[in-house]
Each structure stands twice: as C-alpha cells, then as structure tokens.
Nanobody
C-alpha cells in the first residue's frame, strides 16, 4: 500500500500541527497504523500507534498528553494532532501501516510514507 503524509511545517514552541496520512486504495487490509520520527544521526523513534480493530492506542513517553492519534471510518487515514510542541519534537515524521495485528509500536512496519518535516523553532 502507498502512504502519503502531509501537514508538517514550521511552528513556534507551544504551537500545534496536525499531520495526516492517507493510504491508497488496495486489497491491503490495514490493521495498525503509526507515526514515527527521525532526527539525523539518531534511530527512528516510535511516536504513536493505533489498532483499527479495537481502537487501542500507544504513545511514546515524550509525547503523552500532548499528541493524539486518530483515524476515520474508512480506516485508510490516520492523523496525529500535536499540541504544545517543543523544540525536541523537531524531526522528519513518517506514517506507517501494517496488515496484521501488532502488539508493539516499533519501527518495523511493512509500509511507509515519504515523511513530512516538522520544525519547532522560535
């Protein structure tokens, strides 16, 4: 499945952004989607994941209480509402999808989007 993400940009500390990720139509049945981020020189970090079967969500400790992951009825979209952004949230954000039930939010999903850059700076 092809994933296209959008919504990145530059924002001041304390500001908000909403990332969106759309999965192309295919026979691929998505079971989990997630958001991950990458800073140059560091490993890709899990930000948040959502399971489409039961709606369960997972958040990394650094974003709990500030970020919210959601989807819509099509189960082909995933959103990441990011509030109270901090400089350390600056990264390239990727969405990912998996066609089987996952028990972990780990950056080894099968399908990946192209990434959208988020810059938090005053």
């Amino acid at each position: 499945v092809q994933l296209v993400s959008s919504g990145g940009g530059r924002v001041q500390p304390g500001g908000s952004l909403r990332l969106s990720c759309t999965a192309s139509e295919s026979e691929f049945t998505i079971n989990d989607m997630g958001w991950f981020r990458e800073v140059s020189g560091k490993e890709r970090e899990a930000v948040s994941c959502i399971n489409f079967s039961d709606g369960s969500t997972w958040y990394g400790n650094s974003v709990k209480g500030r970020f919210t992951i959601s989807t819509d009825n099509t189960k082909k979209m995933v959103y990441l509402q990011m509030n109270n952004l901090k400089a350390e949230d600056t990264a390239l954000y990727y969405c990912a999808a998996e066609d089987y039930p996952r028990s972990t939010c780990y950056p080894d999903f099968g399908s990946w989007g192209q990434g959208t850059r988020v810059t938090v700076s005053s």
